[in-house]
């Protein structure tokens, strides 16, 4: 089965820069898109990213998105760190059958 | 303003049947594919199903295949979950998304237990 694995937590101070990696088990990451979500605790999940890159409207633009075909990995990156990016995190992409699979959050601490 | 409102979670026991409902609003619900995403309590995101804009193809992930039935009425901008045979391992709550166009609904929990 599909897999997307994720670092369990990371951690980063304000004003920095953070990457949060999504590698596929199998398969071509490349081939089909990958979305992020955002959830903060006790909220629901927002999305952040969709379709690798692109950011839905209200979402700054120091959320960005990519794809790394030589380690099959997606990744996520937020700039200029700030509290309230303090959440959880998950990538989201498609299986053989092209069924959503999400991979397993990471925590993101800002301290 | 885009609003998806879940309901219908609740307690129910094993082997029992629940029907969750989203009802949405703001933004044309009959144009838009719809899924149900579950998270279980202190866990992550685990996508349940989703069904086409006119609710002629639906798809299902293998844990819920067979017991659990999504569904729309864009007459009345409502999508539905009909959930069969739960087991405690359905326990979570309930999420109503398009998630590609980032509406979300707050979740409906769903609890099965005797």
């Known amino acids: 089965n599909f897999m997307l694995t994720q670092p369990h937590s990371v951690s980063e101070s304000p004003g920095k820069t953070v990457t949060i990696s999504c590698t596929g088990s199998?398969?071509?990451?490349?081939?089909?898109?990958v979305q992020w979500y955002q959830q903060r605790p006790g909220s629901a999940p927002t999305t952040v990213i969709y379709e690798d890159n692109q950011r839905p409207s209200g979402v700054p633009d120091r959320f960005s998105g990519s794809i790394d075909s030589s380690s099959n990995s997606a990744s996520l990156t937020i700039s200029g760190l700030k509290t309230e990016d303090e959440a959880d995190y998950y990538c989201?992409?498609?299986?053989?059958?092209?069924?959503?699979?999400f991979g397993g959050g990471t925590k993101l601490t800002v301290l | 303003e885009v609003q998806l409102v879940e309901s219908g979670g609740g307690l129910v026991q094993p082997g029992g049947s629940l029907r969750l409902s989203c009802a949405a609003s703001g933004f044309t619900f009959s144009s838009y594919w719809m899924h149900w995403v579950r998270q279980a309590p202190g866990k992550g995101l685990v996508w349940v199903s989703r069904i086409n804009s006119d609710g002629s193809s639906t798809s299902y992930a293998d844990s819920v295949k067979g017991r659990f039935t999504i569904s729309r009425d864009n007459a009345k901008n409502t999508l539905y979950l009909q959930m069969n045979s739960l087991r405690a391992e359905d326990t979570a709550v309930y999420y109503c998304?398009?998630?590609?166009?980032?509406?979300w609904g707050q979740g409906t929990l769903v609890t099965v237990s005797s």
């Open positions: 199998s398969g071509s990451i490349a081939s089909n898109y």
């Open positions: 989201q992409s498609y299986d053989s059958s092209n069924l959503e699979v």
């Open positions: 998304a398009s998630p590609l166009f980032n509406y």
